[in-house]
């Protein structure tokens, strides 16, 4: 009997330890601006492999918005998931002003927020501990870089953006205008370039797609059957080349442009899919991030934060790739 009573004893502190240590296993959540974005994909896909290498310490829970829109629905989620306690945040922020309720929610409540592809606006950083992705500015200034190899002298252009509050749009596109114009504005997203060394935005522009890929190859079409003469489209994510059956078939009638370099046909991110257009003549160059180190990186940080260690350094940028169709095959960063 006491041999009984004793294995039983074993046996309740063996589940009570049991239960302790999956009552101590962490939830980190990352937010992406939505869910239906194959370079949010890649994020998750990093935030997968962090929580696989823990062997169990923490989860890596991703959640965001399904589709599209202007931030409201991530800042829902956000809120949400300060009620349930997480662990840990880190969100890709959609709408920087709208974000700052939803994360002094999370400062309150004592929740660690990391910041990833878009930042919160300057006056509100202290709201997050860390920045850990992409220089946006400097994804501008390399697509302005290449456009301005491609049309030396200058030209007509049109810039397309994310929505108009995301501030890592914002930034790409005040890097776009300064090195276009040459000198440096005060501010993002930059000021409007009115002939400044030879640039001039057409009117209409910056189109604000608010990730909506669909609309983002409609916007091209419309603007381009009203500028065929237009000398340089410049989009800051790749909101087109995201649908790329639909993106081949409205740029196929501007092939022979961009071949002979009349079109200076320029966009960020460097996904497979996107790499895969520019081979096929559909894009004269690619400025891309790297979203699966973001996503792996936020889980680390927050993984040694717990551990003790202290927070990263901020902002942590995570590099960037500049392809053309002559480097296409060696680009990318391994």
């Not at 999956?22 to 992406?32: E, G, S």
């Not at 699966?292 to 936020?298: I, P």
Request: glycine share 10%; hydrophobic share 40%; with cysteine.
């Amino acid at each position: 009997m006491k041999k009984f009573l004793l294995t039983a004893a074993v046996a309740f502190g063996a589940l009570t330890v049991a239960a302790v240590g999956a009552q101590a296993k962490f939830t980190f959540a990352l937010v992406p601006k939505n869910m239906n974005n194959p370079f949010f994909d890649q994020a998750r896909d990093g935030c997968k492999k962090a929580e696989a290498e823990s062997n169990g310490a923490f989860e890596c829970m991703y959640i965001g918005p399904g589709e599209h829109g202007g931030g409201d629905e991530q800042v829902q989620i956000v809120q949400d998931l300060v009620a349930k306690k997480v662990d840990g945040i880190a969100v890709a922020v959609a709408n920087a002003a709208a974000m700052t309720v939803a994360l002094q929610a999370a400062k309150d409540a004592g929740i660690p927020v990391l910041t990833w592809d878009s930042d919160m606006l300057p006056e509100n950083k202290d709201l997050r501990l860390a920045y850990i992705g992409t220089h946006n500015y400097e994804i501008g200034t390399n697509l302005a870089a290449l456009a301005m190899k491609i049309k030396p002298n200058g030209g007509t252009v049109c810039i397309q953006s994310g929505g108009a509050a995301a501030a890592n749009h914002n930034e790409r596109m005040q890097g776009i205008r300064d090195v276009l114009s040459g000198t440096k504005s005060a501010a993002s997203p930059g000021d409007r370039l009115t002939g400044q060394n030879g640039w001039t935005e057409i009117e209409g522009c910056p189109l604000y797609t608010n990730d909506d890929f669909p609309l983002s190859v409609q916007q091209f079409e419309d603007i381009m059957a009203k500028n065929p003469k237009l000398d340089a489209f410049i989009p800051t994510g790749g909101f087109p080349q995201f649908v790329p059956d639909a993106n081949r078939a409205a740029v196929e009638k501007y092939k022979g442009m961009i071949a002979d370099k009349s079109l200076a046909l320029v966009v960020a991110d460097t996904l497979p899919v996107q790499i895969d257009q520019m081979k096929e003549g559909y894009s004269l160059g690619q400025v891309g991030q790297r979203p699966f180190e973001m996503g792996y990186m936020t889980m680390k940080a927050f993984a040694d934060m717990k551990d003790g260690k202290a927070a990263p350094a901020d902002p942590s940028y995570t590099g960037l790739d500049v392809c053309t169709p002559e480097t296409a095959d060696t680009c990318i960063a391994k």
